[in-house]
């Protein structure tokens, strides 16, 4: 990719850790970091990812199903960009019919299902506002009348938004990042455990940020650190039934939601903190919600799995 055109940014901040990008895509104070993400901000929240540029990597070509999760019927929320894509496309590769529940994406949905339906999956999408409880008996209900079941849920849909002190969080907003993040993930597991039975799995979305503490995310951070609590009770509370609750805790993976929260001077170094220097693609952490999905961690519950690419470790 050729990076000329963004060469220099003279209000960048001290902290990002970049002033300067040459004509080979590294920076000058981050001179070991290649530049994967050129700078861009979208005001529009989840975000959508045919905007993005690079577009995010959701599929990997050489991974060989086996048919973990044939026959099961998955609801993933979010599921039609990002990670929930990626896990929505890794479900189907397994056998899974896939129903996506979303916000206002439907390029982004339409991209998603056109896909799954290619490799021979099948995918209903619904659109709507999780925060609304009539919306979540909606997706429980379509699902039921058109698949007659539910064994998995994804909880992933969200939203964040970056503000530099706890000053210029308002109240709607603290009260819109709840409802999206946490209190939409109470309205839809407690519909579906209606329609769950022995052996169904609930993977919950958490992020690294709450082991972190991302000062500019406060309330992003304290939904997402309710979610793991909200995980461990409901494990624990479900153990006997024989229904699973785990988490995933990923860290910076080039998603919509990064353009859609991080000013755009950011954006170049997301990742560049990490050992491993750089940010994830979806693709790289579909199979974690895969082996939490399938029989394969049939004695998994109440975890909070990490992958961050060793951002940190715990």
Sequence with gaps: MNYDYYTSYDNWQDDYGLKYIDEQGYGMICKDYKIEFPPQHQDIQPGM???MQPRPIFNNPYYRASG???NKVAIV????????RAVSVGFAKEGATVVIAYYNEHKDANETKEFIEKIGGRCLLISGDIKDTNFCDKIIDETIKNFGKVDILVNNAGVQYQQKSLLEITDEQFDLTMKTNIYSMFYLTKRVLKCMKSGAS????????TFQGEPELIDYVTSKGAIVGFT?????????????VNAVAPGVFW??????CWEAQKIPTLGSDAPMGRAGHPYEIA???IYLASNDSSYVTGQVMHINGGQYKG
């Design 68 to 70: 973990k999760l044939f």
């Design 232 to 244: 461990r009770a409901l494990a624990t509370n479900l153990a006997d039934k024989n229904i699973r």
């Design 49 to 51: 990812e045919y905007l």
């Design 287 to 289: 199979p974690l919600f």
């Design 77 to 84: 929320t979010g599921g039609d960009s990002g990670i929930g």
């Design 202 to 209: 609930i993977i919950n979305v958490t992020s690294i940020t």
């Design 255 to 260: 998603t919509p939601l990064q353009p859609a």
